[in-house]
């Protein structure tokens, strides 16, 4: 099973020298589309499709799809 990545993302703000809440207003996106992005969650294309706007990148350049970590047991995270 894969999962979404925004690790790119972070690491392009960090290059810029930018924050989270930078990138909010700089986007104008909302505080809890932020958060799901910190989280690892699913957010709506229209939130890629701002930030990768005002950052003026390829969707590829903020976000990746990676295993999901499988626990101990074999079983993967819900």
Known sequence: MLVVSYKKLWKLLIDRDMNKQDLQVLA?????????????????????????????????DIM????????????QPQ
Do not use: T, Y
Request: glycine letters at 2%; charged letters at 25%.
């Open 28 to 60: 104008k996106i909302s505080p809890s589309s932020v958060a799901k992005l910190s989280k690892h969650q699913n957010v709506s294309m229209d939130v890629l499709l701002k930030i990768c706007s005002a950052l003026r990148v390829n969707v590829e």
């Open 64 to 75: 990746e799809f990676v295993p999901a970590a499988v626990s101990e047991d074999g079983r």
